[in-house]
């Protein structure tokens, strides 16, 4: 499996307990599938950034497929999440 990290700098190696604390579902080496939105990661309003490629082996793993219809808390949570944000963006 190809997996991207937008980052402002390169990654030859990840290492976990080296993010923000601050990250959205807490730390940890956030990747994607789609290359452009590691770049949309990756990129500030005044520097570009990089699109890490890595590959990852997933022999041997059990896959929790968080898109599964039994899972739908997380889609609560991401729209009230959304909605949050819009309200502290609002109030500035």
């Not at 789609?34 to 890490?52: F, I, P, Q, R």
């Not at 999440?81 to 963006?89: A, C, F, G, L, V």
């Amino acid at each position: 499996l190809t997996i991207y990290h937008g980052s402002q700098k390169l990654i030859q190696q990840p290492v976990y307990g080296a993010g923000n604390v601050r990250n959205d579902y807490g730390l940890g080496f956030y990747c994607t599938e789609n290359v452009d939105l590691a770049k949309e990661w990756a990129c500030t309003e005044e520097n570009s950034g990089y699109a890490n490629c890595y590959q990852l082996d997933l022999g041997g793993l059990t896959i929790l497929d968080l898109s599964d219809h039994r899972y739908h808390i997380l889609t609560v949570f991401l729209k009230y999440r959304m909605i949050w944000q819009q309200k502290e963006k609002n109030t500035c």
